[in-house]
């Protein structure tokens, strides 16, 4: 396991402080502050147990088999569209703007 890598993981646990997951033999926190950058205000509304997410490797103890994970930083939407396209996290709010994004996406690839 290496600092950056992405990996998918699954949701076991949801605290109001973040989402656990596991990832072969490992057990995973993604805090909350790796959710996002804009405040979460349900995390519970972004995560159900047993969902497959992809995050991003922060802190291994191989030890233990522990990590430390960002969401966020796994994320494959660019800055510029989440500036542009209000989304919140998640496949649910994904699909209301899904149309706004995808329009926002054709702009910034037209513009490159």
Not at 13 to 24: M, S
Not at 32 to 44: L, M, N, Q, Y
Not at 52 to 75: G, H, T
């Amino acid at each position: 396991m290496q600092k950056n890598e992405r990996i998918l993981c699954k949701v076991t646990g949801i605290q109001p402080y973040g989402v656990f997951v596991e990832y072969g033999n490992y057990q995973g926190l993604i805090h909350i502050s790796e959710v996002s950058d804009r405040f979460v205000t349900d995390i519970t509304k972004l995560f159900n147990m047993g969902d497959e997410i992809f995050a991003v490797v922060l802190e291994c103890d191989e030890v233990n088999q522990k990590l430390q994970l960002s969401y966020k930083r796994a994320l494959l939407v660019s800055s510029k569209v989440m500036q542009k396209v209000d989304i919140k996290i998640g496949f649910r709010s994904l699909k209301d703007k899904l149309e706004d994004w995808v329009k926002a996406k054709k702009e910034e690839l037209d513009n490159d």
